[in-house]
């Protein structure tokens, strides 16, 4: 495989950053879902198009299609996972006011984190498969900040351990129409998932003809994030965000890893009824 190298490679696409970029897409319409306190159904459905890295790590990228589909009843929800961890999956929110939000979820990821076609290093590894995940979260926002934490963890016993990531982001309203954000975010990962997504074992060294690396928990990863929404109509918003990470501890040292710098871009539009 002959990968595009870039001056500035393109970001680790964890579910987190994923997760975050998706329901990104139209900051105004998602509070008034979350906040939703009366008994009907909300739903919300788009598009999003990312340029991200093919894998963790990896310094060649792929552009992917995500479909935005959410569902509200209440305090239940259905589809996207705002601030799980997860694009898809279904949840509950415990908490839900106009500053707070606590709540669970169960989903996982709408495609394989890696495969063993994505670089010739990791020919003969196999896939890292999709799994269930569990999450636990919660967001605080107060005039023009919002903060947002969860921990997430693998339930199909996947190695794909746990992760708990916090996000600090400022709002400007532009115009009543025309919102941007940015804000810093961190990510740590236990050794399980370390270990899953930038170790290498025995078996995988004597295929490769590398040495093995033993990859343990610690920060993962550090980032900045800026994004703009555009409300349309009142169904309809669109937006873009992009996202840069810098890897860190083990999974920057990794032999597995090609670039330490990387970002995601991403255009996204979607349609509330």
Not at 6 to 23: E, G, R, V
Not at 235 to 255: N, Y
């Amino acid at each position: 495989m002959i990968h595009r190298r870039k001056s500035s490679a393109l970001f680790i696409l964890s579910a987190a950053t994923l997760a975050a970029a998706i329901t990104a897409q139209d900051a105004r319409a998602q509070a008034r879902l979350e906040q939703a306190s009366d008994e009907s159904w909300r739903f919300s459905a788009g598009l999003g198009v990312f340029d991200r890295p093919r894998y963790p790590g990896s310094g060649d990228s792929q552009v992917v299609a995500v479909p935005l589909v959410t569902a509200n009843y209440g305090r239940y929800f259905i589809g996207g996972t705002p601030g799980a961890g997860f694009p898809f999956g279904i949840g509950l929110n415990l908490i839900q006011d106009d500053t707070w939000r606590f709540g669970v979820a169960l989903g996982g990821e709408l495609t394989k984190p890696r495969k063993a076609s994505d670089a010739p290093l990791l020919h003969g590894w196999g896939d890292i498969p999709e799994t269930a995940l569990g999450s636990v979260f919660a967001t605080y926002s107060h005039d023009w900040l919002t903060v947002r934490g969860f921990l997430v963890s693998d339930l199909g016993g996947n190695g794909q351990g746990t992760r708990i990531a916090f996000d600090a982001e400022g709002k400007y309203l532009v115009n009543e129409r025309l919102l941007l954000t940015a804000g810093p975010g961190i990510t740590w990962a236990n050794g399980s998932y370390t270990q899953t997504f930038y170790g290498i074992t025995a078996s995988q060294s004597l295929i490769a003809g590398v040495p093995p690396y033993r990859a343990g928990a610690g920060l993962n990863t550090v980032r900045f994030s800026v994004g703009a929404q555009y409300q349309l109509t009142e169904q309809w918003g669109i937006g873009a965000s992009i996202i840069t990470a810098w890897l860190q501890g083990d999974a920057k040292r990794s032999p597995i890893t090609e670039d330490k710098t990387q970002n995601t871009y991403g255009v996204y539009a979607s349609y509330r009824f």
